[in-house]
């Protein structure tokens, strides 16, 4: 029989779990039934759940937008249409689509955040002689090594097989400019993609999990260094 204590502890453990569950329902806007809104009233609970979104994610709201213009591109002869793009000045679009739950959202914010994060710490490595701190930390992660892993999921896969530089992609290069496509670049931001999708990227390859955290401490030192008082 449990102690009469840890029952109790137990049932107000699980009262409070469900207060806290229902304050986060009553908080966040109401899902539609399917059909039930029209176009520009679904546009508009999108808007709030993404502003929500980016506070989750603790990043500012103000440079996240929701596009009503699909934007597709060509590339190889096929078209493609993009669910969002993250732009080097901080600013991310995501492309409106009423068909898009609200879990693909995240999962998609979550891949154009990782893109903000690289190129935050891609400005500072390539700011920096080629004997500073920087370099020396992400030196073990040369082209070869990240070329023999391959992407970690179909769509990071696509870019690694569409590389058209004369040589391998290069951490923190410009790798559009260079190979017409961003295999290591895309490739982190399917990790942090599946990393708020399943909760734990355990199964990803060692390397490309120790590259992802090291991007991810040294955004966080830089952010952090944005911040403090001159």
Known sequence: MLDERLMISHVLTRRTTRFIFALK???APTKPRVGALTQEEMF???QKKLRLLCEEFGYDPSLVI?????????YLNQNFTSEGQAYPDGRIEIYFDPDMTDARMACCLAHELQHQKYFLVRTAYQAESIHGPLHQRF?????????SLGGV???????????????LPVLFSD??????????NETLAEIAK????????????SIW???YLAINNEYRRLTLQKRAPL
């Open 25 to 27: 329902a009553a908080l």
């Open 44 to 46: 508009s609970y999108k």
């Open 66 to 74: 929701l596009s009503d213009a699909p934007y597709s591109f060509n």
């Open 139 to 147: 030196a073990p992660f040369t082209s070869e090594t990240l070329a």
């Open 153 to 167: 999921s179909d769509y990071s896969r696509e870019h690694w097989q569409a590389w058209q530089g004369r040589s």
């Open 175 to 184: 790798e559009l400019a260079d190979g017409q496509c961003e295999p290591i």
């Open 194 to 205: 599946a990393e708020y999708n399943w909760g734990s990227i355990a199964w990803i390859d």
């Open 209 to 211: 999990r120790q590259l």
